[in-house]
């Protein structure tokens, strides 16, 4: 049911419109002067963040020239930044139609329009039967210069960037996504000495497996060595050759000491716990290992592979024998990693595969190809993409999944900044056809140009995935259920606000949902409390608040759990999503009184990648809402000076982003108006 509001707005525009083209009909010339004009106060309504001024605006344009494609294809980006995706989806095949089908505004409208319309239908996992394939490498060798040698292990960074294990080369190499060495650790002085793996454990600090030199080495989060774990020997907390790592929930680090048959524990600080491995009589029989390798452990579960068995084992977190994961479908297991959602990523021969520890069902993701193959290591990266390390050929395989090589790179031109033209500034949006942000972008990645020419001094100011601060908007209910639960909401407030950078604004969705000041918790409230209180209202102020504010930010919900009657009378819960989503908005929802949350909750937070935090779990919210400023970030802002002439400010200038990623490419089409003379 639409509120009264939108029924009036409504009235009154086909009111204004009907009067418009009334007096107008005759007279052209009139016409297009007054669309110009609506179309240069939607355009900058939309650069300041107004999107529903800039759909009006849009409107009344085309009720002048209804067929301007330009116009429709503006009106379904202000339509999409609104969450209206549908309505946008509808207004860029209008401009499509008035489009010649071969021309390339219209390969871009239509890829716009099949992204949009396609990740609607896709859920952003690993297992939904889509195929990765090789889109890339990172080669240890350039014409006649070694950039590293033989890789065995890698280790995702938040930038994008990512840490390679080099065995051959006794060294760490960060490379960035283009595959530029960013930086090479040697260890202390006396070096490395055959670096196998490596994981971080929760502190940020780094975990180096020495292969030859019978230790671990411990570094901090840039790479600095700081002490060693172990040393050569057959006893307690020694080692002969480790190899695999991996550090639980808890901080614990297992060590596969591969030389002596068994897989050694140790607490975050390097002191030895225990050891198991060992054959054991006792049921379930464990016939003890021949060739440990990879190792994973999560949800009080240790899982151990064995190449020489090719089986996949379970231990508790005491070293306990629980059973066999896998008995049969692997040809030669070296690494297994824990993918976010609980699965297993098992580098395999030539293959790397995906197992669910639930059902033990095992799918080929990929494979490499090359005559010399053996991938010792397989990881995730931020942006969705498997890394794998081929020892044998000695390089890093980049596999992609198949819908995106074959869809690209979604770009958006998300603002465009002309007050002190002829400077101006760009914000670029670049995601994935899941909607995931793509990170670890440089100057090298973008090329902006204006009439199909490139732009003067092109410069690259930043990106959202390099910030570390993030700002939050808080929305509290204010429901006759939390009416005595202003205590817990007084908490949950606080513990919110020591857990970012700054608060915009604190809403109370009442039944107008209004804004309070920021850190008056005390102040009396019992007015604003009401049985018809917004839901929907009170996520959309609190939001819109943030659209100015830092790339990562979030709005994080204060209630009961239960949204009531009222709660999408005016906005429906899709719409919600893709507002926060088109406009990257993160979505927590902090319970209070010890009720569940409504499964609409749980939807914004999955569609958003927030969560639903209990007020009083044990460890608290501070943990999740402070993550916030780690979460990845697409956008990134450019500038250049344009060249183009602006009749005195009422000159429409267009500005095209191009992006480009290993064999991926993706680009976009935007204008703006310069200041008035």
Not at 3 to 22: P, Y
Request: aromatic share 10%.
């Amino acid at each position: 049911m639409k509120s009264r509001f939108r029924w009036a707005a409504a009235f009154l525009f086909v009111c204004v419109s009907a009067w418009t083209q009334d007096i107008t009909s005759n007279n052209p010339d009139l016409n297009a002067r007054y669309a110009q004009e609506e179309f240069r106060i939607g355009v900058q309504a939309f650069n300041r963040f107004a999107f529903n001024e800039a759909i009006l605006s849009f409107e009344r344009a085309l009720s002048f020239t209804p067929t301007d494609t330009l116009l429709l294809e503006w009106l379904g980006r202000a339509y999409y930044r609104s969450g209206l995706e549908d309505a946008a989806v509808r207004a860029w095949r209008s401009a499509v139609g008035g489009l010649d089908p071969f021309s390339a505004e219209s390969l871009l409208a239509n890829s716009r329009i099949e992204t949009v319309q396609g990740r609607r239908n896709y859920l952003p996992v690993v297992d939904d039967g889509v195929h990765y394939v090789e889109s890339g490498r990172y080669p240890g060798r350039v014409e006649q210069q070694t950039l590293y040698r033989q890789p065995t292990a890698v280790l995702p960074c938040e930038d994008g960037s990512v840490w390679v294990v080099a065995y051959g080369s006794n060294e760490l190499v960060r490379i960035d996504v283009n595959g530029v060495v960013r930086q090479r650790q040697r260890g202390p002085v006396n070096g490395f000495d055959r670096p196998y793996d490596i994981v971080q454990g929760l502190d940020g600090r780094l975990y180096v497996s020495e292969y030859r030199g019978g230790r671990v080495s411990i570094l901090n989060s840039n790479g600095d060595w700081q002490a060693y774990i172990g040393r050569k020997g057959l006893d307690d907390g020694q080692f002969v050759g480790p190899q695999n790592l991996a550090v639980d929930e808890d901080g614990y680090l297992y060590v596969v000491d591969y030389g002596n048959r068994r897989v050694s524990k140790f607490d975050p600080d390097g002191d030895f716990v225990f050891s198991f491995g060992r054959k054991t009589k006792n049921p379930p029989d464990f016939p003890g290992f021949v060739s440990p390798t990879g190792i994973a452990a999560r949800n009080g579960r240790v899982y151990v592979a064995d190449n020489v068995s090719k089986q996949i084992y379970t231990f508790d977190p005491n070293g306990g024998f629980l059973g066999v994961l896998v008995r049969e479908g692997l040809g030669g297991p070296e690494s297994l990693r824990f993918l976010s959602d609980g699965r297993l990523l098992v580098a395999d021969t030539n293959r790397v595969l995906l197992i669910d520890v639930d059902s033990a069902i095992i799918r080929e993701l990929g494979s490499v190809g090359n005559a010399k193959v053996r991938l010792t290591g397989a990881e995730m990266d931020r942006n969705g993409e498997i890394l794998v390390t081929n020892f044998q050929a000695g390089e890093v395989s980049i596999l992609t999944r198949l819908d995106d090589m074959a869809s690209g790179l979604f770009v958006q031109i998300e603002r465009v900044v002309s007050s002190a033209f002829p400077n101006v500034t760009v914000e670029v949006s670049v995601q994935d056809k899941l909607r995931r942000p793509v990170v670890g972008l440089d100057q090298r990645n973008f090329l902006l140009s204006e009439q199909d020419r490139p732009v003067l001094k092109q410069q690259f100011l930043g990106a959202g995935f390099r910030a570390v601060t993030s700002d939050v908007s808080i929305l509290v209910e204010r429901s006759e259920l939390t009416r005595s639960l202003t205590q817990d909401i007084m908490t949950a407030v606080k513990d919110v606000s020591a857990s970012t950078n700054r608060v915009v604004s604190l809403v109370s969705a009442g039944e107008q949902p209004t804004r309070e000041q920021v850190g008056n918790t005390n102040k009396d409230n019992s007015s604003l409390y009401s049985a018809r209180w917004r839901f929907d209202l009170g996520l959309r102020l609190a939001a819109t608040d943030l659209l100015p504010a830092e790339k990562k930010r979030a709005v994080v919900f204060i209630g009961s759990g239960a949204l009531g009657e009222l709660a999408f009378e005016s906005y429906g819960l899709s719409e919600l999503a893709a507002y926060l989503a088109n406009n990257g908005i993160v979505f927590y929802a902090v319970i209070v009184g010890g009720s569940r949350a409504d499964e609409s909750l749980s939807y914004l937070c999955t569609e958003t990648g927030g969560a639903v935090l209990p007020l009083y779990r044990s460890e608290g919210v501070k943990p999740a809402i402070s993550a916030l400023a780690s979460k990845p970030s697409g956008v990134y802002i450019l500038s250049y000076e344009s060249r183009l002439p602006t009749d005195f400010g009422t000159a429409y200038l267009p500005v095209e982003a191009e992006v480009y990623l290993m064999e991926r490419s993706g680009r976009d089409k935007s204008g703006y108006f310069p200041p008035r003379q």
